[in-house]
């Protein structure tokens, strides 16, 4: 049973656009989310996190949004560039596990 | 220099076969963890460590094995390969202090044939 969703496996926008990228969570236990960017040949990287006492945390030009009552995250980036083109993995966690429940990835894809 | 590294970064073996991937890190962290990334299932937890004596099961341990050698290394074993193994492979480490931001080696791609 996926804990965390990501229902859309791609997304493509213009450069200098607004990307939103989704993730939804079925465990009501869960803290803590992160959001990890992954180019091809590489591992993931973290990119922006967010605790379950906060609705939105600010990072540049990356924004993490919130809603518990939804069980909903979105990663916003704005403007979008060529070089945010990879694959979005949102995360999350329960904070009695320490452990890291990743969802399916969106293939964000920037076009000029 | 990458402060995770995994060897082998590509690997084809047989039905059978043992196999080892290799982690090694640099930056000092406490916690160390295996994952495999399979088309559509995003990255599922195979074991972690957090400290050499400390060693436990993730979501999807049967058939894999792991060994913390040090701090610094661990190492993942497939005692008797099968296909469905066949998958992106890495390791990760995270610092006790912040334990959700992960640092992943850049992956060991295995094919079981």
């Known amino acids: 049973d996926q804990q965390v969703k990501q229902n859309s496996p791609s997304l493509s926008v213009q450069e200098g656009r607004i990307s939103i990228l989704n993730c939804d969570y079925t465990?009501?236990?869960?803290?803590?989310f992160l959001w990890y960017k992954k180019y091809p040949a590489e591992g993931p990287t973290f990119l922006i996190s967010?605790?379950?006492?906060?609705d939105k945390n600010e990072d540049g030009r990356f924004t993490v949004f919130l809603n518990k009552s939804a069980k909903h995250l979105s990663l916003h980036i704005v403007p979008s560039q060529p070089g945010d083109s990879a694959v979005y993995f949102c995360?999350?966690?329960?904070?009695?596990?320490?452990?890291?429940?990743f969802g399916t990835g969106t293939r964000l894809q920037v076009f000029p | 220099d990458a402060d995770v590294t995994q060897t082998p970064r590509n690997r084809i073996t047989k039905t059978g076969k043992r196999i080892m991937l290799e982690c090694s890190q640099t930056?000092?962290?406490?916690?160390m963890y295996w994952y495999r990334q399979d088309p559509g299932l995003g990255l599922r937890l195979i074991y972690y460590s957090f400290d050499v004596k400390d060693i436990n099961k993730g979501e999807i341990s049967d058939g894999y094995s792991v060994s913390r050698q040090a701090q610094a290394k661990f190492s993942l074993s497939l005692e008797s390969a099968i296909p469905n193994q066949t998958a992106l492979y890495f390791c990760?480490?995270?610092?006790?202090?912040?334990?959700?931001?992960?640092?992943f080696g850049p992956g060991t791609r295995l094919t079981v044939t």
């Open positions: 990760a480490t995270s610092s006790d202090s912040s334990a959700y931001e992960q640092y």
């Open positions: 967010i605790s379950s006492i906060k």
């Open positions: 995360a999350a966690s329960a904070g009695n596990t320490d452990k890291l429940i």
């Open positions: 930056k000092g962290h406490d916690r």
């Open positions: 465990n009501s236990m869960f803290d803590y």
